[in-house]
């Protein structure tokens, strides 16, 4: 862990504030501008899942960020943007790769960048947003509208038009029905065609990701049961006039939370997303977090399984490819991150990966205990590159014939695709 970094600058109490820092760091702060009312009011869920780890020492605390990043709240009036340690080119592509889903903290909002495009992670972070905010209408009611309705009928309600009557139905023998208009409230409007249809836009889309997103799925669907069949689906017309809702603000003020579910049903509907790393103030939706340490291992294994050649597998030692670390013990388990096997010639290749831009002794050791316990002679500890650092495969030593290398996988590579294929090329060339 880095050293504690100087203690930043504190608002004065009742006033929120973001600080940043970087993932695996640590920041001091002082306890007397935490305190509200004398007492340090921490939410529970940050240590109690990880998200920030404390320490206490006379008037400071020392705060400390693990493998979770994004907008983290501390206290009522405190939260940390907790960032990845080392530049991340694009986030979305990692989390899409790697199948990988966006954690929200319910009742925790940021202003986020709109982005032209919107790929799987972000839709299905739009969609549950989507969901979040359909909540306050669903507890108060659809918005509905009075709308002027011609008809002609034996029934008629409202006023009677003697002239349309006349030419429309007395004319043609019609004696007993007549052309009636009326007002009556309606909830198939604009507002609530966008938001319905925007639904089932997403849902489409998130049906091909099938396993992980079922359960949002499953809300989906039931949010759409819950609207009335009389809702048709969205014009280019109904496109225009939420757009001018949202600018004009025009909504009724006791209907204000229509809003959030406009914008983002609007969002969805032209294809676009949000920006997971850049800070906006386009539109306002729920902080996310995600463990970046299990995120960079999913990833990486991923391209290697998209991208494997020949018979090789691709397993994952944290489940299915694990195995006994002792012939004559069943416990403790090796649980390498990574194991490649070729069925053919029975060869193997394990790797570890670490989040931190360089593996150390500690890494290296478990490595070979790795290689040994796998009866392989090749072990590689994937790391992430430094902007200025290494990249690409070097090797570290062997030992009793077994060769340890290390890959430094460049994130803040332009050109992703170029660098997920010189991972894999270079990996399952180790297994020729």
Known sequence: MPPAAAVPTMPDRGDKVVLEMA???SINLDIKA??????????????????LFINIRRDKMVLSAGAYIGLIPLTPTLSIDVKP??????????LDVAQGSL?????????????EQANNSVLEFLCANLLDALRPIEANGLLKEYVRSSSVTSHPRGRINISETLSSCWSRGQIHRVSSQHFGQTSNISANRIIKSALQHVLARLRRAADRSRELTRLGNLAIYNFPK????????????????ISNRSLPPVRAYYYRAIEIALMILSNGGVSL????????????ILNFEILFEDYLRRVLQNRRVRDIVVRDGNNEGK???FDDARQPPAQPDIVLYSPSDRKKLIAEVKYKDKPSREDINQAVTYAVSYRTDRAILVHQSRPDGPKGLRHI???NGISIDAYAFDLANADFQQEERLFADRLFGLMV
């Open 23 to 25: 993932s695996r760091q």
């Open 34 to 51: 935490l305190l509200e009312r004398g007492k340090l009011d921490i939410y529970p869920h940050v240590e109690e899942r990880g998200l």
């Open 85 to 94: 340690k080392l530049p991340v080119g694009n986030l979305a592509r990692v």
């Open 103 to 115: 954690i929200s903290i319910p009742g925790v909002d940021r202003l986020y960048l709109a982005s």
């Open 230 to 245: 009389s809702i048709d689906p969205a014009t280019g017309g109904d496109f225009a006039r939420c757009k001018n809702i």
């Open 277 to 288: 790393q850049d800070r906006g103030s386009d539109i306002l939706l729920e902080s996310f």
């Open 323 to 325: 195995k006994p670390l």
């Open 397 to 399: 030593g062997t030992t």
